[in-house]
């Protein structure tokens, strides 16, 4: 199957500081999230992005599904924004997918007031 | 509803027992997913139904494991003879159609089995 693959796993932040995560995925995608996992393991909806650049707020997302990656920025990060960060994607396996996502194993952000 | 919404939010049981997990859905989504998360993992796919069938039970890890839907709505996860490895948070996302279309999760289930 499709591997998805995170990087960095782990990664510690002051206050205000900007990142930018990772995720390379092994074949073609029609669905692509990014999503934040809050610390009471709720799953939040950041991205839609199987393809191109989107942006809300103080975060953004570019994918470039011919290369087969997808990075996450964060700018002006906050203490609200720790948690684990998951990239997930649907393989464009014409229909026999069914949607179903395949997740990385996630980055760890912790952010320092 | 606004969102998905699971019930009951924390289970724990005894190894051995059967246990019933409820998922419902956000309002018209005919799709509906199935996925367990262990302790450092990202989630991982059990089932997945449009709208009653079981379009796709690949993921289910036995035959203990088994999921309904039958008005197309609400969907109910059946674990037999629980094992102490069935421990994990189970999770539920549904969508408007297809995985082509943004997947929502709920708070999920933390089932526990002693």
């Known amino acids: 199957g499709i591997q998805v693959e995170q990087s960095p796993p782990d990664l510690i932040l002051q206050e205000g500081a900007n990142s930018t995560l990772r995720c390379n995925f092994s074949d073609s995608v029609n669905n692509l999230q990014w999503f934040h996992q809050n610390p009471w393991g709720q799953l939040i909806n950041l991205f839609y992005?199987?393809?191109g650049t989107k942006q809300n707020g103080r975060l953004s997302a570019t994918t470039v599904a011919t290369e087969r990656y997808s990075l996450l920025y964060i700018s002006s990060s906050q203490t609200t924004d720790s948690g684990v960060y998951f990239c997930?994607?649907?393989?464009?396996?014409?229909?026999?997918?069914?949607?179903?996502?395949?997740f990385g194993q996630g980055t760890i952000l912790t952010v320092h007031p | 509803g606004a969102g998905v919404s699971q019930t009951p939010s924390n289970k724990v049981t005894e190894k051995g027992k059967y246990v019933e997990l409820r998922c419902d859905p956000i309002?018209?989504?005919?799709?509906l997913y199935w996925y367990r998360q262990s302790l450092g993992q990202g989630p991982e796919f059990l089932i997945y139904f449009q709208g009653t069938g079981a379009a796709d039970d690949s993921g289910l890890p036995n035959d203990r494991f088994f999921a309904v839907r039958p008005e197309g709505s609400v969907s109910t996860l059946k674990i037999q003879r629980t094992e102490r490895g069935d421990s994990a948070v189970y999770l539920c996302a549904s969508s408007s159609n297809r995985g082509t279309d943004t997947q929502y999760f709920g708070p999920g289930t933390r089932l526990t089995v002693l």
């Open positions: 997930a994607v649907v393989p464009n396996a014409g229909g026999t997918s069914y949607g179903k996502l395949t």
């Open positions: 309002s018209g989504h005919t799709a």
């Open positions: 992005i199987p393809s």
